[in-house]
């Protein structure tokens, strides 16, 4: 075997997750993909992967053969793209992830929208509120909220998002409007948690202005759709993401409250590993993501097209 085909081998094999799987879409049987895996590491004189009965998980040295290798075959890739003239087509396997309650609402659809323009590409959706390593789960692209302090990964904005503090008007209308981020103290304030961690501090700023206030309330969950519910039935006041709760606040089963103070934007990025030559499945989906939601970037009249 070559060298591109076994780095080609090795990144399927990744990607699927197991060897049943990889032999699946190979057409061959798990033993046949486990003696050419071995094969690779013995030539290499490294292993790639621990194997367990349900998983297979990255080595560093798998983790810098994937990554590098990858690299090279993307090169290789975008060097017969410009011997022909740009017209490979993107093809294969596209393994996205993205957030529970955005991708359900707005991924899922704009997926569904890519797999027609784009017949060969094969689309898989990880739907995951906890933190992702695209390298180590062999994924093409993370939709997520905020940036990312990963040097390793390239981040582009698909759009602007807004965190906003809102209320039921029922809870309003019985304990009082908050005017100041103080007032907040005074009230019940429905909380996120992660893990054991709650969080309980809500940092606000309007202008030169600065606050920090710790909240506290009766409800918290690790899932921002329960915190959303319970607001909606008059439970407390909560932070949310301006996309989460638009139609709420359209229908006034929701208002926004302390409009002149703002939170830490979450804005919303396509993110995958920073590379010279993205493969043209991922820059398919990155060019389609940035024109779908083109209409939701307040500085979607900037450089939105990435300079490949």
């Not at 017969?80 to 993205?98: P, W, Y």
């Not at 893990?195 to 309007?206: A, K, T």
Request: hydrophobic letters at 40%; a positive charge.
């Amino acid at each position: 075997m070559d060298g591109i085909s076994d780095l080609a081998f090795f990144a399927l094999l990744v990607k699927r997750g197991s060897l049943a799987a990889a032999a699946q879409e190979l057409g061959v049987t798990p033993p046949s993909v486990s003696k050419r895996l071995a094969a690779i590491e013995s030539r290499l004189r490294v292993r790639l992967l621990n194997r367990t009965t349900r998983r297979i998980s990255l080595t560093p040295e798998g983790e810098i053969y994937l990554a590098d290798g990858a690299r090279l075959v993307t090169e290789l890739e975008a060097l017969e793209q410009r011997i022909s003239g740009g017209n490979i087509t993107a093809k294969g396997l596209l393994k996205v992830s993205a957030t529970f309650g955005f991708g359900r609402r707005h991924i899922t659809p704009q997926l569904s929208a890519f797999a027609r323009q784009y017949p060969d590409v094969e689309v898989q959706l990880h739907l995951t509120d906890r933190p992702v390593n695209l390298v180590e789960q062999g994924l093409d692209a993370d939709i997520r909220f905020g940036q990312l302090p990963d040097a390793r990964l390239t981040a582009r904005k698909i759009a602007d998002n807004r965190r906003l503090v809102c209320a039921s008007p029922t809870y309003l209308k019985k304990h009082g409007i908050p005017l100041v981020p103080r007032d907040l103290q005074n009230h019940q304030c429905l909380l996120l948690r992660e893990s054991d961690e709650i969080y309980g501090s809500w940092h606000f700023n309007s202008g030169s202005k600065q606050e920090t206030v710790k909240v506290r309330g009766a409800l918290s969950a690790n899932d921002g759709e329960c915190a959303t519910t319970w607001a909606l039935d008059g439970h407390g006041i909560v932070v949310r993401s301006e996309w989460d709760i638009a139609p709420y606040l359209r229908s006034g089963r929701l208002r926004v409250v302390l409009e002149e103070w703002e939170l830490p934007t979450a804005d919303i990025y396509i993110v995958f590993p920073t590379k010279n030559h993205l493969s043209a499945k991922t820059r398919a989906l990155v060019d389609f993501m940035l024109k779908a939601f083109e209409g939701h970037r307040r500085d979607r009249n900037e450089t939105d097209k990435i300079i490949w």
